[in-house]
C-alpha cells in the first residue's frame, strides 16, 4: 500500500514539474514571437515612414507651376496633391489615402494618378491628418476654403500586427508614430 | 526516497529553474530594447521638424544665418506626441564643414538636437545625448 501511495506522489510530483517546465518554455516561446514580429512591424513602421515622408511628401508641388493649385484635397485622412516624384518627367496627382475599415485593419494606401504604388499598409485606427499654415496655426479638417495655405501636415499612424497572447490567443502588436511634413515648395 | 535523494532532487529543480530564469530575463532585456526602438524612431522624427521648421526659415530667407543661431542657440522645451511627453534640447555651434568647433563666425552650424522621454516604468530613453547628441549641419548659402 505504502508503495503504491508513494507511486502516485511521485507521479503527482513529477507531473507539476513537467507542466511548470512546459509552461515555462511556452511563455518563453510567445514572448521571442512576439519579439521578432515587433521587430518586423518597427521596421515595416520606420520604412513606410521614410518613404512617405521623404520620397512622396516631401514631393508636394514639385515640378508644379507657381501660379496652379498644388494641393487637391486635404481630408483627415486623405491627402491630394501635385508633384513630380523622384525619377519622374512630369508632374502626377498623389493621394495618400486611409481607406474604410475591413477585417484586416484600416488600409493606407498611396495612388499615383489613380494607380497603386503602395500599400496596403495596414493601421489599427484611421489615420490622422492634421494641416497647418504658415503660422502654425491648425486648420479644421476637411480643409478647403484655406487649402492654399497649408504649410506643412502633421502624419499620426498606427501600424499592427497580430501577435500571440495567452489568455485572449491574440493580440494587436503596435507601432505608432507621429511625423510632420514641411511642404517647402508651397513657401516658394 | 531517502532525505539525501530528496535534497538532491530540490537542488536539481532549483538550478534548473535558474536556467529558465536567466533565458527569460536575457528575453526581456531584448524586449525592452526592441520596444524601444519606437521611442526612437519618434524621436527621430522630433529632430527631423525642427530641422525642417529650420531649413523653412533659410530658404525664405524669413531668418538669417546669424539669427538661426541665436534663436536655437540653447532651447529646452517639451512637446507631446502621442499622449506621451518629449522633452528636447537644441543647440547651436559655428563649425567647419564636418562639423568641427570654430568658435568664432563661420559659413557653417551644427545644430545638436538631444530628445529624451520617460516610458512608462519610469525608465527614461535618449534619443541623442550630451555626449552624443544628433548632429546636422547647415550652410549658408545666401550670397551677400
Redesign the interface.
Known amino acids: 500500500m505504502t508503495a503504491i501511495l508513494?507511486t502516485i506522489w511521485?507521479t503527482v510530483i513529477g507531473g507539476m514539474?513537467i507542466v511548470s517546465?512546459l509552461n515555462?518554455l511556452f511563455?518563453?516561446q510567445i514572448?521571442?514571437m512576439n519579439?521578432e514580429m515587433?521587430?518586423t512591424l518597427?521596421d515595416i513602421?520606420?520604412d513606410v515612414?521614410s518613404v512617405l515622408?521623404n520620397g512622396i511628401l516631401s514631393r508636394v508641388g514639385s515640378g508644379v507651376p507657381p501660379d496652379s493649385t498644388i494641393i487637391s484635397s486635404a481630408k483627415i485622412n486623405e491627402f491630394e496633391f501635385k508633384g513630380k516624384l523622384t525619377n519622374d518627367n512630369t508632374v502626377s496627382v498623389i493621394k495618400v489615402v486611409q481607406e474604410d475599415s475591413t477585417a484586416n485593419g484600416y488600409p493606407l494606401k498611396v495612388y499615383k494618378d489613380n494607380s497603386l504604388v503602395m500599400g496596403p499598409f495596414w493601421l489599427v485606427d484611421s489615420l490622422t491628418v492634421q494641416y497647418y499654415d504658415k503660422d502654425g496655426n491648425e486648420l479644421s479638417t476637411p480643409v478647403t476654403t484655406y487649402i492654399d495655405s497649408i504649410?506643412?501636415a502633421k502624419f499620426?499612424m498606427e501600424f499592427f500586427q497580430k501577435g500571440i497572447d495567452r489568455n485572449n490567443f491574440e493580440n494587436n502588436l503596435r507601432?505608432?508614430?507621429?511625423?510632420?511634413?514641411?511642404f517647402?515648395n508651397t513657401?516658394? | 526516497?531517502g532525505t539525501g535523494e530528496l535534497i538532491i532532487l530540490l537542488f536539481a529543480?532549483i538550478l534548473?529553474s535558474t536556467l529558465?530564469i536567466t533565458?527569460?530575463n536575457g528575453?526581456?532585456d531584448?524586449?525592452d530594447t526592441?520596444?524601444n526602438?519606437?521611442y526612437y524612431?519618434?524621436g527621430m522624427?522630433i529632430i527631423?521638424?525642427f530641422y525642417?521648421?529650420i531649413?523653412?526659415d533659410i530658404?525664405?530667407e524669413s531668418k538669417e544665418f546669424s539669427q538661426i543661431y541665436s534663436d536655437y542657440s540653447n532651447i529646452s522645451d517639451s512637446l507631446s506626441?502621442?499622449d506621451k511627453f518629449y522633452h528636447y534640447n537644441i543647440t547651436t555651434t559655428y563649425c567647419d564643414s564636418l562639423g568641427n568647433n570654430l568658435g568664432s563666425s563661420s559659413k557653417f552650424q551644427r545644430l545638436d538636437f538631444r530628445v529624451y522621454t520617460v516610458k512608462g516604468n519610469q525608465d527614461t530613453v535618449f534619443i541623442g545625448n550630451q555626449n552624443n547628441p544628433i548632429s546636422k549641419i547647415i550652410a549658408n548659402t545666401s550670397i551677400n
Do not use: C, H, P
Open positions: 508513494e511521485a514539474i517546465i515555462g511563455t518563453i514572448t521571442a519579439l515587433q521587430i518597427n513602421s520606420e515612414t515622408n504649410r506643412y499620426d507601432s505608432r508614430i507621429v511625423f510632420w511634413r514641411y517647402l513657401y516658394l | 526516497m529543480i534548473f529558465f533565458y527569460y528575453l526581456i531584448q524586449a526592441v520596444y526602438t519606437n524612431l519618434q522624427q527631423e521638424k525642417q521648421e531649413m523653412v530658404i525664405t506626441v502621442a
